[in-house]
């Protein structure tokens, strides 16, 4: 696993408020070059905390926690990373490869399901969002054309425009949609799931390292608790704040 160096200095020197955060992610990646794992993660961390909020520190922060052996706080990284830029395929990859690890696979099995994934995923949600734009202005003017009477020659053209228009607003809305979906990672060697926020409560089932789970607001919130949900089992429960991290 190959850490991401900085590609333009200027760059990222203007996405950061101080020059110690440029630092810190430098100093992480001479960390990960030497194998000090767990310098790294301090290093990046110390970047993101002094404003360096960019998809490759979480990629490398992904990295060193996977060669660090903390598989669930790798993946939560990973999937902040491909959040960001679902189209990098060292993120597409590591996640895949993480999460696998993990039990929990994140690509599908099938390699027909998963080359519809990885087109579904194949633009950043920046990316698509900017493209949908570009095409309802697009739409915009030819129809503003067609209303001045100007624009009958290119008229099938319009047409196509507007179903192109339809499927990136589907297209765009379902990545929104999965997008603001509040999952978590367990982050612990197992997450005990009790069906109350308290250690008195019974443990009803179990959770193990790097699964994701679905963050629950259905009753009120608990101080040092978090109510949660594994959809593809039907289960839910308490877990404490601490053995899960929210992506």
């Not at 491909?82 to 395929?89: A, L, P, T």
């Not at 129809?143 to 020659?153: I, K, N, T, V």
């Not at 608990?222 to 992506?247: F, T």
Request: one cysteine or more; a neutral charge; charged letters at 15%.
């Amino acid at each position: 696993m190959e850490i991401r160096r900085v590609i333009c200095l200027l760059f990222l020197a203007t996405v950061c408020r101080a020059d110690s955060a440029l630092d810190a992610f430098k100093q992480g990646n001479a960390a990960y070059a030497a194998t000090k794992f767990a310098d790294a993660v301090t290093q990046y961390e110390a970047a993101q905390k002094d404003g360096l909020h960019h998809w490759i520190v979480d990629y490398n922060l992904g990295n060193a926690y996977y060669k660090a052996g903390q598989l669930g706080k790798a993946i939560v990284h990973y999937e902040r990373a491909f959040r960001r830029q679902s189209g990098d395929g060292d993120v597409v990859y590591n996640l895949g490869l993480a999460s696998s690890k993990a039990g929990d696979p994140r690509l599908p099995g099938s390699a027909l399901l998963a080359l519809f994934w990885r087109l579904f995923y194949g633009l950043s949600l920046n990316a698509l969002t900017l493209l949908t734009s570009l095409t309802m202005l697009t739409v915009c003017a030819g129809g503003a054309l067609l209303l001045l009477g100007r624009g009958h020659a290119h008229a099938d053209k319009f047409g196509v425009a507007v179903v192109i228009l339809l499927a990136l607003g589907l297209w765009l809305g379902l990545r929104i949609d999965f997008a603001e979906q509040s999952l978590a990672i367990v982050t612990t060697g197992v997450a005990e799931v009790r069906s109350g926020p308290n250690l008195s409560y019974p443990a009803n089932f179990t959770v193990p390292e790097g699964h994701r789970v679905l963050l629950l607001d259905e009753q009120e919130p608990v101080s040092g608790w978090l109510e949660i949900g594994v959809p593809s089992q039907g289960l839910k429960g308490w877990v404490p704040d601490s053995a899960i991290e929210k992506i």
